[in-house]
């Protein structure tokens, strides 16, 4: 009976795992749920919905408003969250009956709220929620037994929800952490998954694995800035940093799989000519799977603590490749050899993960060192995307308020609250949530009022609710279309719990009003500092290529003189990642904008397409800097002439017909002459991948001179 009991609680706390654990947005969803829940459905049992649902709601604003923190920061930030949710909620309810006043209360406050939210993380999710929870103020006000209990409610299931949140979080306080630093190591499993397509692939096949991994990219790298804030909080907030130790190291560990896995040695359709070559590809691409595969079990070891168990079969087939490379020509087995190194050198990085050295260096980590005050004062610029965003945002929500009381619309501050959700900092992402949004109520109120025709009791309604609160949180990260929906049902749902039919009378004004919205924010982004991102594109070619060429001279420090603390190094690393990713975005963007707009999108493409192989070069280059054991008088020379023709391709808006000097066809062709003459070996391919930055950063020089996108 007691095994049976056992065998029961093991299969309960894998599914757990499986279900929960592995998945912490989901874990996130079941945990505002709860609180909402408990808030709601004692006072809706009870006769009291108004009561239940505004605490609801306070929750939800609540939920949305969490901050990544140590648990002394969160107790911090639960603090500012209540504090901004009943200055929001107060000021609504003591100013209702002077229309004018609220009014342009609430829009300066906005001004004030989005400029506070660009201090920081923190304080960004903060500020949107104290907006949020003074539109749910507005919407509510009517029906409030009283002007103040709002100010009472919102704030309360805000707190209840903060306070369950850190209860759950002091018992395990790395979870967090623990969080950001599994999605660092699934979205690199992800970018390698796709790199293992290249291998064999034909040149025809690699220009749309590119695109894919270039786009890939942005999500690893976006991880990795994530971890380094956290990494920050974290440290600000403890006295003793030494339990920290065992994150950074894995934090380094992932930067360097990511140096290496963007590492690019060559065109993969080169590296396969014969038989032999090709079959050792295929070797490369099964090694990159599993190396994948292990990334993800890491990635569940961060999560559940179950121990990493490193795949036995990158071991035989690593001995696999490197047998068959003995075997080969030298000639054919020059140009692979250093690529096994690259991805022997990660295979065994993960074999030994938790074999740390013992004294093993703890890097230093970068901090933005400004004062708020002084990022603060940084946006106050109508230059700053922020600023522009928060004076769009509010003239948005100052249209709608006026129309909403010219009008008479019924639930009018559903057209602020849309404005609020679809209005971002570019075109292209407003553009995109417009349609998300549109989408999302259309189809939430046909399903939602189907629904309501069904769960008539209150049993009913109130499960369809919290379901639907569930499923919102759920897919808010995944797919926010589908989350609108969800959201639309709880909105539904809710006002149905408080009064009888009210659901089903609320949603053609609903729909008109979400209309209203969204087409107020895409018509006043689109004609009130659109950015459009041809402007932008010449300075944001000329920052990457410079980037690039400082991620270049650090490498070259690191070959002339390897430092025992490398933050200046990965610093340049880091920024030239940043530099390509606001590139590869770019473009992405200029894609969803009007045709008209898109100035020489082919020769965009093909400039960020080459600045990342530029930038894949270069990872492999420095990659391999630790192995640099071959000192020839020539490789300073290399350094400084490359240096010096990376840094006129940065210079993008001085290039002219003078400025492509014949001294890089002299330097490419003397390199490949070296390269004939030299047996192969690490000074061979070291050359080669001298070669490949130079002749890429040819090719970067003649598409700018032929496109004119510096003019």
Same mark, same amino acid.
């Given at each position: 009976m007691k095994n049976h009991k056992k065998?029961?609680?093991?299969?309960?706390?894998?599914?757990?795992?499986?279900?929960?654990?592995?998945?912490?947005?989901?874990?996130?969803?079941?945990?505002?749920?709860?609180?909402?829940?408990?808030?709601?459905?004692?006072?809706?049992?009870?006769?009291?919905?108004f009561f239940g649902v505004t605490l609801a709601l306070g929750a939800l604003a609540g939920a949305l408003s969490e901050t990544d923190d140590h648990p002394k920061g969160r107790v911090k930030s639960l603090s500012i969250t209540i504090i901004s949710f009943f200055i929001s909620s107060f000021s609504v309810g003591l100013?209702?009956?002077?229309?004018?006043?609220?009014?342009?209360?609430?829009?300066?406050?906005t001004i004030i709220f989005i400029l506070i939210g660009g201090v920081g993380e923190r304080y960004r999710a903060i500020t949107f929620g104290s907006v949020l929870v003074g539109i749910y103020a507005m919407l509510g006000i009517e029906i409030s037994p009283a002007w103040y209990w709002q100010a009472v409610l919102l704030p309360a299931g805000a707190l209840f929800h903060g306070l369950l949140t850190l209860i759950l979080i002091y018992r395990n306080p790395w979870r967090l952490l623990d969080q950001q630093m599994a999605n660092g190591f699934q979205s690199l499993s992800n970018y390698l998954e796709k790199k293992a397509m290249l291998f064999p692939?034909?040149?025809?096949?690699? @220009?749309?694995?590119?695109?894919?991994?270039?786009? /890939?990219?942005?999500?690893?790298? #976006?991880? *990795?800035?994530? =971890?380094?804030?956290?990494?920050?909080?974290?440290?600000?907030?403890?006295?003793?940093?030494?339990?920290?130790?065992?994150?950074?190291?894995?934090?380094?560990?992932?930067?360097?799989?990511?140096?290496?896995?963007?590492?690019?040695?060559?065109?993969?359709?080169?590296?396969?000519?014969?038989?032999?070559?090709?079959?050792?590809?295929?070797?490369?691409? @099964?090694?990159?799977?599993?190396?994948?595969?292990? /990334?993800?079990?890491?990635?569940? #070891?961060? *999560?559940?603590? =179950?121990?990493?168990?490193?795949?036995?079969?990158?071991?035989?087939i690593s001995k696999a490749i490197d047998d068959k490379l003995q075997q080969m020509n030298p000639e054919e087995a020059q140009d692979l050899i250093l690529l096994?190194?690259?991805?022997?050198?990660?295979?065994?990085?993960?074999?030994?993960?938790?074999?740390?050295?013992?004294?093993?260096?703890?890097?230093?980590?970068?901090?933005?060192?400004?004062?708020?005050?002084?990022?603060?004062?940084?946006?106050?610029? *109508?230059?700053?995307?922020r600023m522009r965003y928060a004076l769009r945002l509010s003239l948005t929500f100052a249209v709608g308020y006026i129309l909403q009381i010219y009008l008479d619309l019924d639930k009018g501050q559903w057209v602020m609250l849309t404005s609020l959700f679809v209005s971002q900092i570019t075109y292209s992402d407003t553009r995109r949530r417009l349609f998300e949004r549109l989408l999302g109520t259309a189809t939430g109120i046909v399903i939602g009022a189907l629904l309501l025709q069904i769960f008539t009791t209150t049993a009913a309604q109130l499960l369809l609710m919290m379901g639907s609160a569930m499923a919102f949180f759920i897919w808010l990260r995944k797919n926010y279309s589908i989350a609108v929906i969800f959201v639309t049902t709880f909105v539904l749902s809710a006002f149905n719990l408080i009064a009888q039919d009210g659901g089903i009378n609320i949603m053609i004004p609903r729909l008109v009003d979400t209309l209203l919205g969204a087409s107020l924010s895409f018509l006043t982004i689109r004609f009130l500092w659109p950015g459009w991102q041809r402007h932008r594109i010449s300075g944001l070619i000329s920052n990457s290529l410079e980037k690039n060429r400082m991620y270049f001279q650090a490498i070259a420090k690191e070959y002339r003189q390897p430092s025992s603390d490398d933050l200046n190094y990965r610093i340049a690393r880091r920024e030239a990642h940043l530099a390509d990713n606001e590139l590869a975005q770019a473009w992405n963007s200029m894609r969803q904008e009007p045709k008209s707009k898109q100035g020489m999108m082919d020769n965009v493409l093909t400039i960020t397409y080459l600045n990342h192989a530029l930038l894949s070069h270069l990872s492999a280059l420095g990659a391999h800097r630790e192995i640099n054991q071959t000192k020839y008088e020539a490789i300073n020379d290399l350094f400084e002439q490359i240096d010096r023709k990376m840094s006129e391709a940065g210079k993008v808006t001085h290039i002219d017909e003078n400025s492509f000097s014949d001294d890089l066809s002299l330097l490419l062709m003397s390199l490949q002459k070296q390269i004939n003459e030299t047996e192969g070996g690490l000074k061979r391919q070291q050359l080669r991948l001298f070669y490949n930055i130079a002749a890429t950063t040819s090719k970067i020089m003649k598409e700018l001179k032929q496109s004119g996108i510096s003019n």
């Amino acid at each position: 009976m007691k095994n049976h009991k056992k065998g029961h609680l093991r299969t309960n706390s894998k599914l757990f795992n499986q279900v929960f654990l592995l998945h912490p947005y989901r874990l996130f969803a079941l945990r505002a749920t709860i609180s909402m829940g408990v808030l709601a459905v004692p006072f809706i049992i009870i006769g009291l919905p108004f009561f239940g649902v505004t605490l609801a709601l306070g929750a939800l604003a609540g939920a949305l408003s969490e901050t990544d923190d140590h648990p002394k920061g969160r107790v911090k930030s639960l603090s500012i969250t209540i504090i901004s949710f009943f200055i929001s909620s107060f000021s609504v309810g003591l100013l209702h009956n002077y229309t004018w006043i609220l009014g342009a209360g609430f829009i300066l406050s906005t001004i004030i709220f989005i400029l506070i939210g660009g201090v920081g993380e923190r304080y960004r999710a903060i500020t949107f929620g104290s907006v949020l929870v003074g539109i749910y103020a507005m919407l509510g006000i009517e029906i409030s037994p009283a002007w103040y209990w709002q100010a009472v409610l919102l704030p309360a299931g805000a707190l209840f929800h903060g306070l369950l949140t850190l209860i759950l979080i002091y018992r395990n306080p790395w979870r967090l952490l623990d969080q950001q630093m599994a999605n660092g190591f699934q979205s690199l499993s992800n970018y390698l998954e796709k790199k293992a397509m290249l291998f064999p692939s034909t040149r025809q096949d690699q @220009e749309e694995i590119n695109k894919d991994l270039a786009l /890939l990219n942005i999500a690893v790298v #976006n991880a *990795l800035e994530k =971890i380094k804030e956290v990494l920050n909080n974290y440290a600000r907030e403890m006295k003793d940093v030494q339990p920290l130790n065992s994150y950074l190291q894995r934090f380094m560990l992932l930067q360097s799989l990511h140096e290496r896995a963007a590492s690019t040695h060559d065109r993969h359709d080169k590296l396969g000519n014969s038989d032999e070559q090709l079959e050792v590809l295929e070797g490369f691409g @099964e090694m990159l799977r599993q190396l994948s595969y292990a /990334l993800r079990k890491v990635a569940t #070891n961060m *999560l559940t603590g =179950i121990h990493y168990n490193h795949p036995p079969a990158l071991d035989w087939i690593s001995k696999a490749i490197d047998d068959k490379l003995q075997q080969m020509n030298p000639e054919e087995a020059q140009d692979l050899i250093l690529l096994h190194h690259n991805l022997n050198r990660s295979h065994i990085s993960l074999k030994y993960l938790d074999d740390l050295k013992e004294g093993t260096s703890i890097p230093r980590l970068r901090r933005d060192e400004r004062t708020a005050w002084e990022r603060l004062k940084a946006q106050l610029s *109508l230059r700053h995307p922020r600023m522009r965003y928060a004076l769009r945002l509010s003239l948005t929500f100052a249209v709608g308020y006026i129309l909403q009381i010219y009008l008479d619309l019924d639930k009018g501050q559903w057209v602020m609250l849309t404005s609020l959700f679809v209005s971002q900092i570019t075109y292209s992402d407003t553009r995109r949530r417009l349609f998300e949004r549109l989408l999302g109520t259309a189809t939430g109120i046909v399903i939602g009022a189907l629904l309501l025709q069904i769960f008539t009791t209150t049993a009913a309604q109130l499960l369809l609710m919290m379901g639907s609160a569930m499923a919102f949180f759920i897919w808010l990260r995944k797919n926010y279309s589908i989350a609108v929906i969800f959201v639309t049902t709880f909105v539904l749902s809710a006002f149905n719990l408080i009064a009888q039919d009210g659901g089903i009378n609320i949603m053609i004004p609903r729909l008109v009003d979400t209309l209203l919205g969204a087409s107020l924010s895409f018509l006043t982004i689109r004609f009130l500092w659109p950015g459009w991102q041809r402007h932008r594109i010449s300075g944001l070619i000329s920052n990457s290529l410079e980037k690039n060429r400082m991620y270049f001279q650090a490498i070259a420090k690191e070959y002339r003189q390897p430092s025992s603390d490398d933050l200046n190094y990965r610093i340049a690393r880091r920024e030239a990642h940043l530099a390509d990713n606001e590139l590869a975005q770019a473009w992405n963007s200029m894609r969803q904008e009007p045709k008209s707009k898109q100035g020489m999108m082919d020769n965009v493409l093909t400039i960020t397409y080459l600045n990342h192989a530029l930038l894949s070069h270069l990872s492999a280059l420095g990659a391999h800097r630790e192995i640099n054991q071959t000192k020839y008088e020539a490789i300073n020379d290399l350094f400084e002439q490359i240096d010096r023709k990376m840094s006129e391709a940065g210079k993008v808006t001085h290039i002219d017909e003078n400025s492509f000097s014949d001294d890089l066809s002299l330097l490419l062709m003397s390199l490949q002459k070296q390269i004939n003459e030299t047996e192969g070996g690490l000074k061979r391919q070291q050359l080669r991948l001298f070669y490949n930055i130079a002749a890429t950063t040819s090719k970067i020089m003649k598409e700018l001179k032929q496109s004119g996108i510096s003019n």
